[in-house]
């Protein structure tokens, strides 16, 4: 009488497959008090020295907690930037003491607003790629965090599947 049980490299291959599958799906990041949801940025073209990364960051503490820059391999140097309409004209400018995020509070990083600039981008940054990094805050010190890149008119965060 055979059995039509799996054999171990058949278990080991499907939990490998299952893992990988939901690693894609794990993008959003946590710490005690601050919660990183949808980061992304968009695919750029071929030698762009800049791209923007977005992200919804959630303070769940009891302190104020500053965002003030980060760090990820393919770019030279990461910055808070904001963009504003000053007498009708849309400015940026670099946020030299970050950005802070009051306590309960959540700020979004978004095009046309606040947002990351990478900076001395080292390569194109391609739809469907997964740049992995960390961004620096005052009290939580260096989180690790993903940035799902998406198309290059990409205007929001992806749209997340819960399994």
Not at 19 to 26: E, P, S, V
Request: glycine residues 14%.
């Amino acid at each position: 009488m055979r059995r039509n049980l799996p054999t171990l490299a058949e278990c080991l291959l499907a939990g490998g497959l299952t893992l990988l599958g939901f690693g894609a799906l794990a993008a959003d990041a946590a710490t005690p008090t601050l919660t990183i949801a949808k980061p992304w940025t968009r695919a750029t073209p071929a030698n762009a020295p800049v791209a923007g990364g977005y992200m919804t960051i959630t303070n769940t503490g009891g302190e104020p907690e500053r965002l003030t820059g980060g760090d990820f391999g393919i770019a030279g140097k990461i910055e808070v930037h904001e963009m504003a309409m000053n007498n009708g004209i849309m400015t940026m400018r670099p946020l030299q003491n970050g950005l802070e995020i009051k306590p309960g509070a959540s700020i979004e990083l978004k095009p046309g607003s606040y947002h990351l600039m990478l900076m001395g981008l080292k390569g194109q940054l391609k739809q469907g790629e997964t740049l992995k990094g960390t961004l620096t805050f005052e009290k939580a010190g260096k989180v690790p965090v993903e940035l799902s890149v998406e198309s290059m008119g990409a205007t929001t965060a992806p749209m997340q599947m819960n399994h």
